[in-house]
């Protein structure tokens, strides 16, 4: 019935966590801890976003971001270029892809977001854990690429507005909001895109 939206985060995260992951010579399992007490329903994500933090960012790297998402659209060729050491897939589409042969033998870059659940009334009751995986090889993070081409009709993708599910679902694992984030979409799949300095930092799947 309360609006109020109190968020604690804890961690090793989202304070300089791009530069602390670069510092590391390899990526074994990373934890992203979200510690959210919600007297909100979930459903209500507008208030949840109102509430969410919002690191500054300019407009011209977001253009930048939405400019190098549409040149991997035309020519997945392109991809390799947005690659820095490491990039992180989703809880979703991790999910889908994980038994794929491409996938499946890959050991190292395990990540845990412990994300808040919410009960049949949308009120948040505990924290779970969803599991990710950090691609640390360039020739694994042009294989998922191969993979959206052959299966989510890269070629038709377009960029879109971010809605409040997109949003809500990158808050979700990492407690704010921070730009650029890019949505495309097709007739087979949703995808968000959150690029760092230039490079793909985390790619989800949000809708098929």
Known sequence: MTNLVVSFTVLILLINYYMYFRSLPGICTIILIIFSAVAV???????????????PFSENEVQAAVDVTK??????????????????????????????????????????????????????????????KALQDRVHYLKLWTYIKQNFNLEEMQVVDKNNKDKFIYWLYFAKIEEPVIAVQSDKARLMLSYTKGKLFFIELTSE
């Open 41 to 55: 329903h979930s459903q209500d994500t507008t208030v949840i976003l109102d509430k969410a933090p919002r690191l």
């Open 71 to 132: 040149q991997t659209i035309k020519n997945i060729n392109t991809a390799g270029t947005l690659f820095d050491k490491f990039m992180i897939v989703g809880p979703r589409l991790w999910n889908k892809i994980k038994n794929e042969n491409d996938f499946k033998n890959i050991e190292e870059g395990n990540v845990t977001f412990k994300v808040p659940r919410f009960d049949a009334s949308g009120k948040w009751t505990s924290k779970e854990d969803v599991k990710g």
